[in-house]
C-alpha cells in the first residue's frame, strides 16, 4: 500500500505539473480569429466621424453601413490553448513566424502594418477620387539618402515624363525605366507647384545607380505616388487598425459621401480588399474570419476581392451574399445593384 501510494502521489504530483505547464507556458504559435467590424460611414470609438470630407465640394448625407473587416491575432498562446482553439475550429493556428517573420521583432511588424494602412487611406483617396473624375498626376513620394536622386529631386515634384516618355501614375514611371542600366543618365520632366498651378516644366538629369537588390535595372531612389487634384480633404480615423486591406471600403466611403444618393440603400453592407490609385483591388487573407465576424454584426452582402472569391465560397456563412470586386468600378457597381434590389455579380 505505501508503494502504491507513493506511485500515486508522484502521478498526481507529474499531472499537476504538466498541467500547470500546459496553461502557462507559451508556445511558438498564433491564432487568428473573427475581428472587429467598422462602419466607415460612422463614427468611429472615439467619437470622431471615420471618413470625414471637408471643402467647397458638396458632402452628401448616407445612410445604411459600410463595415471594413479585421482579423484579431492572438499572440500569447498556451500549449493547452493552442489545442483547444484548434479542436473549436472557431480558430486557425499558425507558426508564429507566419505573421512575425524571423529576424523582426513584434514592434518592426506592428510598424510596418500602421505603415501600410496610412498607405491604403492615401491610395483609397487618389482611386475614390479618380473614379470621380478629378485630374490625377504622379509625383515624387520620397527620395532616399545618398541615392542617385538625392539633392536632384525632392517630394512633391511632379513627374511628367521619364527619358521624353509622358507619365501619369507611378506604374508608368517604374515601366519607363525598366530599360535603364546602371551608370546610364536618366532625364526626368518635373514641374514644381500645386498640381493645379504647377510651374515650368524642368529637365533634371539623374545617373543611375545599380539596385541593392542585385536588379539589373538602374536605381534612382525615388518612389513616385498618386496625386489627385481635389478640392476637399479626406481625413479618416479609426484607431488602432493597421494593414492595407480596408482600402476598397475607404474608397467606396469616400465615393458615396461625394456622390448624391446613398451607395447602400440602406442596407448593411462589408468588405475588404487592399486597393491601389488606380481603383485595382487586391486579394487578402483571413477572408473567412472577416465573412463571419460580417455577418456576426448584420452584413447582408460581402465585397470579395476577385482573388478571394474561391476560398470565400466555401467559407461564407449562411445568409451572406458574396459579390465579386476587381477594380473599385465593380465595387460602386455591386453596391448600386444592392440598392436597387439586383443582385451583384457573384463570385
Known amino acids: ?22 496553461a502557462t507556458v507559451r508556445v511558438p504559435f498564433v491564432a487568428l480569429g473573427d475581428g472587429p467590424t467598422f462602419d466607415v460611414l460612422g463614427v468611429g470609438e472615439d467619437g470622431r466621424t471615420v471618413v470625414d470630407i471637408t471643402g467647397p465640394a458638396p ?31 472557431n480558430e486557425q493556428v499558425l507558426p508564429r513566424e507566419s505573421v512575425y517573420p524571423p529576424g523582426r521583432s513584434s514592434e518592426q511588424v506592428d510598424q510596418e502594418n500602421t505603415r501600410q494602412f496610412a498607405q ?58 525598366a530599360p535603364t542600366r546602371p551608370g546610364q543618365a536618366v532625364t526626368v520632366t518635373v514641374q514644381r507647384g500645386p498640381l493645379g498651378a504647377p510651374g515650368p ?10 539596385r541593392p537588390d542585385g536588379d539589373p535595372r538602374g536605381f534612382l531612389g525615388v518612389t513616385p505616388t498618386n496625386i489627385v487634384d481635389s478640392p476637399v480633404d479626406v481625413r479618416i480615423s479609426l484607431g488602432d487598425i493597421g494593414g492595407p486591406s480596408a482600402g476598397l471600403v475607404f474608397a467606396s466611403a469616400i465615393v458615396d459621401k461625394l456622390t448624391p444618393g446613398d ?64 477594380t473599385l468600378g465593380e465595387g460602386i457597381a455591386a453596391l448600386e445593384a444592392v440598392r436597387e434590389g439586383r443582385p451583384p455579380v457573384p463570385c
Open 120 to 177: 491604403s487611406e492615401t491610395d483609397a483617396e487618389a482611386a475614390a477620387l479618380r473614379y470621380l473624375g478629378y485630374p490625377t498626376a504622379v509625383q515624387v513620394g520620397s527620395v532616399l539618402d545618398n541615392s542617385p536622386s538625392a539633392g536632384l529631386l525632392a517630394p512633391g515634384d511632379r513627374i511628367v515624363a521619364v527619358n521624353g516618355r509622358p507619365v501619369t501614375t507611378p506604374q508608368e514611371v517604374v515601366d519607363a525605366l
Open 201 to 210: 516644366r524642368t529637365d533634371v538629369t539623374v545617373v543611375a545607380a545599380a
Open 1 to 22: 500500500m505505501t508503494r502504491l501510494r507513493a506511485t500515486l502521489a508522484l502521478g498526481l504530483v507529474l499531472a499537476g505539473v504538466l498541467g500547470l505547464l500546459g
Open 263 to 326: 451607395i447602400t440603400g440602406g442596407h448593411v453592407v462589408a468588405g475588404t480588399g487592399t486597393i491601389d490609385a488606380l481603383g485595382r483591388v487586391g486579394d487578402i487573407g483571413g477572408i473567412r474570419f472577416k465573412m463571419d465576424a460580417a455577418r456576426h454584426d448584420g452584413a447582408e452582402v460581402f465585397l470579395v476581392p476577385a482573388g478571394n472569391c474561391a476560398e470565400a465560397v466555401t467559407e461564407a456563412p449562411d445568409g451572406l451574399v458574396l459579390a465579386r470586386v476587381g
Open 59 to 89: 458632402v452628401y448625407p448616407t445612410s445604411g453601413q459600410l463595415r471594413m473587416t479585421t482579423v484579431a491575432v492572438t499572440t500569447q498562446v498556451t500549449l493547452f490553448g493552442a489545442m483547444a482553439m484548434w479542436a473549436s475550429g
